[in-house]
């Protein structure tokens, strides 16, 4: 069993930044394959990015891409996303995920879920 619990979210104009944190506790963080994903008001949950247990590899939406970086903290039982350049398409709750695999793109992929944390991108 994984809990997540993300923060770091919040209100922000256009081409700014925000971190978004996730903390684990369970189930062997550093043997964990982690990843992000968002959820619009009235749209399906979509893939962000994603890293493997190690850090070694990463994945990210085309829609994020050069925009957006995970990492892992496997001493602090943490990954972040950093959010730079953001737009109001952006605009989300955000989640966390664990999953028992090495890592995935798609949420049938992933075993636990946080809670979530609001990201709003003003224009």
């Known amino acids: 069993q994984v809990q997540l619990v993300e923060s770091g979210g919040g209100l922000v104009q256009a081409g700014g930044s925000l971190r978004l944190s996730c903390a684990a506790s369970?189930?062997?963080?550093?043997?964990?394959?982690m990843g992000w994903f968002r959820q619009a008001p009235g749209k399906e949950r979509e893939f962000v990015a994603t890293?493997?247990?190690?850090?070694?590899?990463?994945d990210y939406a085309d829609s994020v891409k050069g925009r957006f970086t995970i990492s892992r903290d496997n001493s602090k039982n943490t990954v972040y996303l950093q959010m730079n350049s953001l737009k109001p398409e952006d605009t989300a709750v955000y989640y966390c995920?664990?999953?028992?695999?090495?890592?995935?793109?798609?949420?049938?992929?992933?075993?636990?879920w946080g809670q979530g944390t609001q990201v709003t991108v003003s224009p």
């Open positions: 369970g189930r062997t963080f550093s043997r964990t394959g």
């Open positions: 890293i493997t247990w190690s850090g070694g590899s990463t």
């Open positions: 995920a664990a999953t028992r695999g090495v890592w995935a793109s798609s949420t049938e992929g992933y075993d636990y």
